[in-house]
């Protein structure tokens, strides 16, 4: 077995792998699939009558910057979405009252609902 040290945000960790005959062939593992779990509050059907609010870009949800259930205007900013190790404030595409569907700290992909404004 080889050690290795591995440094990951200012912190060693040391790793051990162990050596295999070059003819030796390692039984095929599934490909990772990421699994993204939707909290229950979150699992309620889009409003008919609400406009959705999309992601533009994969990132993490950061910080809201309006309460849940608040009054919101066209173009104010209602969320901070993290991409690249920038903050981007994306702002309502309406007025109206917000629901989110999404949570602080989640991931996000392109395309993912972020809220409901209605």
């Given at each position: 077995?080889?050690?290795?040290?591995?440094?990951?945000?200012?912190?060693?960790?040391?790793?051990?792998?162990?050596?295999?005959?070059?003819?030796?062939?390692?039984?095929?593992?599934?490909?990772?699939?990421?699994?993204?779990?939707?909290?229950?509050?979150?699992?309620?059907?889009?409003s008919a009558?609400?406009?959705?609010?999309?992601?533009?870009?994969?990132?993490?949800?950061?910080?809201?910057?309006?309460?849940?259930?608040?009054?919101?205007?066209?173009?104010?900013?209602?969320?901070?979405?993290?991409a690249m190790?920038?903050?981007?404030?994306?702002?309502?595409?309406?007025?109206?009252?917000?629901?989110?569907?999404?949570?602080?700290?989640?991931?996000?992909?392109?395309?993912?609902?972020?809220?409901?404004?209605?």
């Amino acid at each position: 077995m080889r050690k290795f040290i591995i440094t990951i945000d200012g912190k060693n960790y040391e790793v051990g792998v162990e050596e295999v005959a070059a003819d030796a062939v390692a039984p095929a593992m599934p490909a990772a699939t990421p699994s993204v779990s939707k909290p229950a509050a979150f699992a309620a059907d889009v409003s008919a009558n609400g406009e959705k609010l999309l992601s533009p870009f994969p990132g993490l949800i950061k910080q809201f910057l309006v309460e849940e259930g608040a009054t919101v205007k066209k173009d104010q900013p209602v969320l901070v979405l993290e991409a690249m190790k920038m903050d981007n404030d994306i702002t309502s595409p309406c007025d109206g009252k917000i629901s989110f569907k999404t949570a602080v700290g989640n991931n996000v992909e392109t395309n993912a609902l972020l809220a409901v404004i209605g």
